[in-house]
């Protein structure tokens, strides 16, 4: 089954609102659906993800690149209570969705959404590291951009890796993402280059 057609999404009066809700929809309602052969599946997080959330994202190497920082259990366990069954998506805000393997449905990584402006969403993504290598976060992340742009009032998606950061620069590159500028900046206290990239709508 694929990812779901734009097509088959309602339209609504107002395009970022549409957009907005129609996404939270389909991800309270488990329809972030890709193809079968896809070793991984996008869901909402949950409450049991607490333990593999907590250990990928406290791992020095995964939180390498990562603008966000460690959680203690209980924030981790706030945090995926809030991400469960989000009602809303405004402008200024995160939604936060899991990438499960398709097998046992565990937690390997997650998928950060930020509504910018009207039609505008900047993605991140954090895998954990034994999850990293397999082709996962382009199976994954390829149909949802498919899906994002296709959303009424969709303009562009962005995305921002630090310069160091290959691997993600190069995946981001196959999902068809280019670069528009750099940025230099301090993240965690250490100097770095942020390569900021987008892809439009069609």
Same mark, same amino acid.
């Given at each position: 089954?694929?990812?779901?057609?734009?097509?088959?999404?309602?339209?609504?009066?107002?395009?970022?609102?549409?957009?907005?809700?129609?996404?939270?929809?389909?991800?309270?309602?488990?329809?972030?659906?890709?193809?079968?052969?896809?070793?991984?599946?996008?869901?909402?997080?949950?409450?049991?993800?607490?333990?593999?959330?907590?250990?990928?994202?406290?791992?020095?190497?995964?939180?390498?690149?990562?603008?966000?920082?460690?959680?203690?259990?209980?924030?981790?366990?706030?945090?995926?209570?809030?991400?469960?069954?989000?009602?809303?998506?405004?402008?200024?805000?995160?939604?936060?969705?899991?990438?499960?393997?398709?097998?046992?449905?565990?937690?390997?990584? =997650?998928?950060?959404?930020?509504? #910018? %402006?009207?039609?505008? @969403?900047? &993605?991140?993504?954090?895998? /954990?590291?034994?999850?990293?290598?397999?082709?996962?976060?382009?199976?994954?992340?390829?149909?949802?951009?498919?899906?994002?742009?296709?959303?009424?009032?969709?303009?562009?998606?962005?995305?921002?890796?630090?310069?160091?950061?290959?691997?993600?620069?190069?995946?981001?590159?196959?999902?068809?993402?280019?670069?528009?500028?750099?940025? =230099?900046?301090?993240?965690?206290? #250490? %100097?770095?280059?942020? @390569?900021? &990239?987008?892809?439009?709508? /069609?």
């Amino acid at each position: 089954m694929g990812v779901v057609a734009a097509q088959n999404l309602p339209m609504l009066s107002t395009p970022s609102i549409s957009a907005a809700s129609t996404f939270c929809a389909l991800l309270t309602q488990d329809r972030l659906s890709l193809p079968d052969a896809v070793p991984v599946r996008l869901r909402a997080l949950r409450s049991g993800d607490l333990q593999a959330f907590l250990a990928y994202r406290s791992d020095p190497d995964v939180a390498r690149f990562q603008g966000w920082a460690p959680m203690s259990p209980e924030q981790a366990a706030a945090f995926l209570a809030e991400m469960a069954a989000p009602a809303a998506w405004p402008e200024g805000e995160w939604l936060q969705l899991a990438i499960a393997r398709s097998a046992d449905d565990a937690l390997v990584g =997650d998928i950060g959404l930020l509504h #910018e %402006a009207p039609g505008e @969403v900047q &993605l991140g993504f954090s895998l /954990a590291r034994q999850a990293q290598g397999r082709g996962w976060a382009q199976a994954a992340l390829r149909p949802l951009c498919q899906l994002l742009l296709g959303l009424p009032g969709a303009r562009c998606l962005r995305a921002v890796s630090d310069s160091r950061n290959a691997a993600s620069l190069r995946l981001l590159a196959r999902l068809g993402f280019a670069q528009v500028r750099r940025e =230099d900046t301090v993240v965690k206290g #250490e %100097a770095c280059t942020d @390569v900021v &990239l987008e892809r439009g709508a /069609a």
